[in-house]
């Protein structure tokens, strides 16, 4: 159960997909229970019974690992990640950066203790499917906590219509959030966006585990031609091997001229 805002006395980023994560300790729960129950010769048939045990127990290794490092990466390596991220983009410390999907608030926060006279601004819709607890007293508790309030506005909004002037931004973050959006028109909706309230010269830092060609077509097209990829290796290589190929994290980091 989530402590009340009050009582917390350190940040709160949350679970990411916390249905996807209760999941697969849910499976790998079950199948770990059909591999005891096999191996224990509780059922008369012995060749059944050891496909059961193998099969459980292979299963059971997949989805409780997968559920476990889901929690562990929410919980520590996200915040070691957000640093890496960040640090692609040089800070001078007066920038005017944009969290496209901040939650409750990493990157936002993040981009902000890095600032000296610049502002931090975030928007989401704040579906609670995609992160535990997100609403939007959530990030400013964590700036609060994190000692950053007074450089940090969040508002609700929809990345496919963000609520800003164009070339307003200096730097824009975005981290596991546009794939979201189920439909190829909508994610380029918001990825024509983001190209469009980044101010000329600025840079924007897309981090997420699907559709890498789509957006790097969509900046380009958009007036954003300078885009490079950068991925994490050990992280890349664990999700393709866990997913059969079908997730592979990936950063792009782009420019506009």
């Known amino acids: 159960m989530e402590k009340p805002a009050q009582a917390r006395s350190r940040p709160d980023y949350g679970i990411d997909a916390p249905g996807v994560v209760r999941n697969l300790f849910v499976a790998g729960s079950v199948a770990l229970l059909v591999s005891v129950i096999a191996y224990s010769g509780m059922l008369p048939w012995k060749e059944v019974a050891r496909a059961l045990v193998r ?5 059971a290794v997949g989805f409780l690992g997968m559920g476990s490092y889901m929690f562990y990466s929410s919980k520590v390596s996200k915040l070691h990640e957000r640093e890496w991220l960040l640090d692609l983009i040089p ?6 950066v944009l969290d496209v999907g901040c939650g409750r608030g990493l990157m936002l926060i993040g981009a902000a203790k890095r600032l000296t006279t610049g502002t931090a601004a975030g ?35 929809d990345m496919r219509q963000i609520p800003f002037p164009d070339g307003h931004f200096d730097v824009i973050v975005s981290n596991v959030a546009i794939h979201n959006l189920y439909q190829a028109s909508e994610r380029a909706a918001a990825v024509r966006e983001i190209a469009r309230v980044l101010k000329p010269g600025g840079a924007c830092v897309l981090a997420d585990v699907l559709h890498e060609a789509e957006y790097a077509s969509v900046l380009r097209t958009s007036g954003v031609t300078d885009v490079q ?13 866990m997913t059969l190929g079908r997730v592979r994290p990936f950063v792009l980091v782009a420019r506009k001229p």
């Open 55 to 59: 099969m459980g127990a292979s299963m």
């Open 91 to 96: 800070w001078r410390g007066d920038e005017t």
């Open 123 to 157: 928007i989401d819709i704040w579906q609670t499917e995609d992160l535990s607890g997100n609403h939007p007293d959530a990030p400013l508790e964590n700036a609060r906590l994190e000692g950053v309030a007074d450089r940090v506005t969040v508002s609700t909004a």
């Open 229 to 241: 990829r950068h991925d994490s290796s050990i992280t890349s290589l664990f999700f393709a091997m």
